[in-house]
């Protein structure tokens, strides 16, 4: 069974950096998509970034957010630069592999003004 576990969420200054990190158990990891999504409050959660097998990376946060993972670790990164106040949101980890879909349980990135 995959278990996502998210850390590195805080408060930080707009212009400052985070660095999110999810490490995952079990065996599937290398072989499968992963992704970090955010949910502000009121609002639907969205695709940030996500990387495949392979590391193909698709962004939607582009210039500012760099996606990375860690096979040998078995953990995937969101560098998060010149942060923004609109970043405010509860940021999930996310893992897909054919029927399997596991989210992690979100870790809160603040950025004030």
């Known amino acids: 069974q995959v278990q996502l576990v998210e850390s590195g969420g805080g408060l930080v200054q707009a212009g400052g950096s985070l660095r999110l990190s999810c490490a995952a158990s079990?065996?599937?990891?290398?072989?499968?998509?992963l992704g970090w999504y955010r949910q502000a409050p009121g609002k639907q959660r969205e695709l940030v970034a996500e990387?495949?097998?392979?590391?193909i990376i698709n962004y939607s946060v582009k210039g500012r957010f760099t996606i990375s993972r860690d096979n040998a670790k078995n953990t995937v990164y969101l560098q998060m630069n010149s942060l923004r106040p609109e970043d405010t949101a509860v940021y999930y980890c996310?893992?897909?592999?054919?029927?399997?879909?596991?989210w992690g349980q979100g870790t809160q990135v603040t950025v004030s003004s």
């Open positions: 990387i495949l097998p392979g590391n």
């Open positions: 996310n893992l897909r592999r054919n029927f399997i879909n596991v």
């Open positions: 079990g065996s599937i990891f290398s072989i499968s998509t």
